[in-house]
């Protein structure tokens, strides 16, 4: 499988600063990777927010998250201060994927974990998946 890090842009539409709080570390005394994967989700939702939308309100659908790719660079700590940096790409008539740059914040940010996800639009009353609103993608595409 290829390199997330080939996908990298050099510059994102968004990002989004929290720590790593106790909650985050696991038996390794380092971030666990299925948290890595609730970093990507509160920096999605932030993200959408950004735009004005939110998982269940995309211009008259929902989105859902049908696939995730984590590759880990460098550990994690309690009290780091992290960047989640998202970037919207790979449009189809169904969905677009999502990539996500997670570095240790700092004077010489230190890269830490790449994610991508693929999300659908989905009406989850009919639960079917649905068409991308061309809205959407121009909004996204920035």
Do not use: W
């Amino acid at each position: 499988m290829p390199s997330l890090k080939q996908l990298l842009p050099t510059t994102f539409q968004f990002a989004y600063q929290f720590p790593v709080r106790i909650t985050d570390i696991n038996y390794g005394g380092h971030v666990g990777n299925d948290k890595l994967l609730v970093y990507a989700h509160e920096a999605r939702l932030q993200f959408l927010q950004h735009y004005g939308y939110t998982e269940m309100e995309l211009d008259n659908t929902s989105l859902m998250l049908t696939k995730a790719s984590i590759e880990i660079r460098n550990e994690l700590f309690f009290g780091d201060q992290l960047s989640v940096a998202v970037q919207a790409m790979h449009f189809t008539s169904k969905g677009f994927d999502l990539l996500y740059k997670i570095e240790k914040a700092a004077a010489q940010p230190m890269l830490a974990a790449i994610v991508l996800t693929t999300m659908i639009c989905y009406d989850y009353k009919n639960k079917k998946v649905t068409s991308l609103p061309e809205r959407t993608r121009q909004r996204l595409s920035v």
